[in-house]
């Protein structure tokens, strides 16, 4: 698929996706949707790549919402459409093997702060603005954000942004657990690489498994969630990353990982 509204790039094992429509402040029409969703399915069968980033084009945004000229004069049914096919594509993103973090650049509004929910950690520099403006629009979060929000940031606050619709700052949105670190604008794209190599020196498997543990466990009961983290924990002694893992810790070495999904 030829991109138009995103870029995509892959260096070092990390996968690079921007939102590019700096115009308008790389607002999310179903054309990017689409696209957003393609790249997804692609970095998905990629085992090259361990971790992805996603940031947004310019100076100013990261994604400033669902772009609100192309929603006005959708029908019930249309909407209804338009959010289902942003939901399907976050999750896709939220379900990758891969750590994706969200760089986040400037304003990330709406479905741009939705977006940034669905991935796994969210990088703020300290020009990022988040919000869930949608009330001053007559409408709801519907990219997912009335379900991932509070379980971010708890029911009271998420009411709060967003019945108020109010935007909060990048120390704001760390303070309440949004945002997982604030770093300065011109660092923000080495911060994130830097966090990605962290975690991609780790053994790949267990972190991939411990996401899935993490993002589906919190949709269970508890006493499932258990036993499939115990499932999870079981399928990596089926490992060499395993064996590696420990036996270097055993033999006071360094270990080398090599499994991923
Ligand atoms: N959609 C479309 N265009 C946008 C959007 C957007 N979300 N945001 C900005 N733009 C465009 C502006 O229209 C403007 O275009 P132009 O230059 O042609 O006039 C350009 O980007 C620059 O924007 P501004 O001039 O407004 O820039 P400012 O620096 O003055 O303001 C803001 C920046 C504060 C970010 C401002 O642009 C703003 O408030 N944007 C809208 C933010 C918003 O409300 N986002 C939520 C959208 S709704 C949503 O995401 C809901 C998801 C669920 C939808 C359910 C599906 C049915």
Redesign the pocket.
Known sequence: MQYENILFAAKDGIGYITINRP???N??NGETLDELGNAAACIAERKDLRAVIITGAGE??FV????????RD?SPAE??Q??RK?QKVFSAIEHLPQVVIAAVNG?A????C?LAMACDLRVASEKAKFGQ??V??G?????G?TQRLPRLVGRGIAKELIFTAEPIDAGEAWRIGLANRVVKPEELMEQCENLAKKIMSKGMFGVSLAKAAVNDGMNMDTESAFKYEAELFALCFTTEDQKEGMSAFLEKRSAEFRDFF
């Open positions: 115009k308008a402040l607002a999310l100013k945004a400033a919402g669902a772009d609100i000229a192309q929603m959708q909407a209804k338009f959010s942003a304003f509004l709406g479905g741009g939705e403006p949608e001053n629009l409408i709801l979060p519907s990219f954000g």
